[in-house]
């Protein structure tokens, strides 16, 4: 009785292959252990990404403080600066107009570097948040990939198949 099934041929690639060829357990393994190391380099990459937005968002919350602080000190001033203003212009006899005058221009300028300092500071701190939101939607967006990616017992496809496009 025949079943016109081919016959098998002897040991297809169960034994490795001897050395300088090419395919056999030998290759299998050689692309498994670059499979993994490529597997980790994606995860170190992702890992390093979300760091840095972190690290990022981090350092922009203390600018922001750090600005607000700082130019507090220039509102200080311009607050004497128009002290002075007033008390020059309640003097007798008088100070001149035009002294009184650069004293509250003075303050204006003061003023004005202020609110634009707290505008800085106020961007500032939206970017630090918008730094904090794009660390979470990259988790979000690639962490599970990252996780699974790193954790296959499998090698991994070329990264050219995972792309985003």
Wanted: hydrophobic fraction near 45%; charge should be positive; charged fraction near 20%.
């Amino acid at each position: 009785m025949s079943d016109n099934l081919p016959t098998p041929a002897p040991s297809q690639g169960l034994t490795p292959a001897p050395q300088g060829s090419t395919g056999g357990v030998a290759s299998t393994a050689a692309n498994a252990a670059g499979a993994v190391v490529a597997a980790v380099g994606y995860g170190i990459q992702f890992t390093v990404m979300v760091a840095k937005l972190a690290a990022a968002g981090a350092a922009l919350r203390g600018v922001g403080n750090r600005v607000r602080e700082t130019y507090k000190y220039i509102g200080d001033c311009a607050k004497s600066v128009d002290h002075l203003a007033d008390l020059a212009a309640n003097l007798r006899p008088a100070v001149d107009p035009d002294t009184v005058g650069e004293h509250r221009d003075a303050a204006k300028v003061m003023r004005a570097s202020l609110a634009r300092a707290q505008r800085m500071a106020n961007t500032v701190d939206e970017m630090s948040v918008m730094f904090d939101q794009a660390k979470a939607a990259h988790q979000g967006d690639y962490g599970a990939v990252n996780d699974a990616a790193t954790s296959m017992t499998v090698p991994m496809a070329n990264r050219n198949f995972y792309r985003n496009r």
